[in-house]
T-cell receptor, first 114, second 118 residues
Framework: AQSVSQHNHHVILSEAASLELGCNYS??????LFWYVQYPGQHLQLLLK??????LVKGIKGFEAEFIKSKFSFNLRKPSVQWSDTAEYFC????????????FGKGTHLIIQP | GAVVSQHPSRVICKSGTSVKIECRSL??????MFWYRQFPKKSLMLMAT?????????EQGVEKDKFLINHASLTLSTLTVTSAHPEDSSFYIC??????????????FGPGTRLTVL
């Protein structure tokens, strides 16, 4: 079975600060990795995903994430956050090539102070 | 594109009644849809995988007789919470995978349905 661990449950930053949210997963096989964002009152939206290839993936809104296989990690980064980045961020994983739904981490509530 | 809707967005019902939640893919066909449950302050938990034309696959610990899933067309899956009790109160979210994608490709999420059982 898969599991996903997000280390930071609540993060408060000032605008223009750099952001890194940790995500580690546990699974014995090859996985697909995702970061989703949920803005207040809105749907889950895909920020970025990693299936294979370049382990540094770029997503929407200036976000990027790096897959480090040896550490089973897929940390999310943004060099300079904005007030509009205030949201809940979820890391998720599923097995590559299977028919599984996603296993989510518990989420990180990010608050950006103006 | 890739819009998923859910209806209703909120529902309040009495204990013992059944509630049906619809999940529709509006601009694409989806052979596979997923149902998740989100508890307050907690993550989304996969409940079941819904495949058009076949029986749903339920995750361990999810009662299939309590959470009935029907995926009768390529754009509609329904989740019926039967004989609802207060502990079933939660936020239910569906997602859909476009038929043209591999199953493990991007899932598009609905806005969720808030169920409150009195």
């Amino acid at each position: 079975a898969q599991s996903v661990s997000q280390h930071n449950h609540h993060v408060i930053l000032s605008e223009a600060a750099s952001l890194e949210l940790g995500c580690n997963y546990s699974y014995g096989g090859t996985v697909n990795l995702f970061w989703y964002v949920q803005y207040p009152g809105q749907h889950l939206q895909l920020l970025l995903k990693y299936f294979s290839g370049d382990p540094l993936v770029k997503g929407i809104k200036g976000f990027e994430a790096e897959f480090i296989k040896s550490k089973f990690s897929f940390n999310l980064r943004k060099p300079s956050v904005q007030w509009s980045d205030t949201a809940e961020y979820f890391c998720a994983v599923n097995a590559r090539g299977g028919a599984d739904g996603l296993t989510f981490g518990k989420g990180t509530h990010l608050i950006i102070q103006p | 594109g890739a819009v998923v809707s859910q209806h209703p967005s909120r529902v309040i019902c009495k204990s013992g009644t059944s509630v049906k939640i619809e999940c529709r893919s509006l601009d694409f066909q989806a052979t596979t849809m997923f149902w998740y449950r989100q508890f307050p302050k907690k993550s989304l938990m996969l409940m079941a995988t819904s495949n058009e034309g076949s029986k749903a696959t339920y995750e361990q610990g999810v009662e299939k007789d309590k959470f009935l899933i029907n995926h009768a067309s390529l754009t509609l899956s329904t989740l019926t919470v039967t004989s609802a009790h207060p502990e079933d109160s939660s936020f239910y979210i569906c997602s859909a995978v476009p038929t043209t994608s591999a199953v493990t490709d991007t899932q598009y999420f609905g806005p969720g349905t808030r169920l409150t059982v009195l």
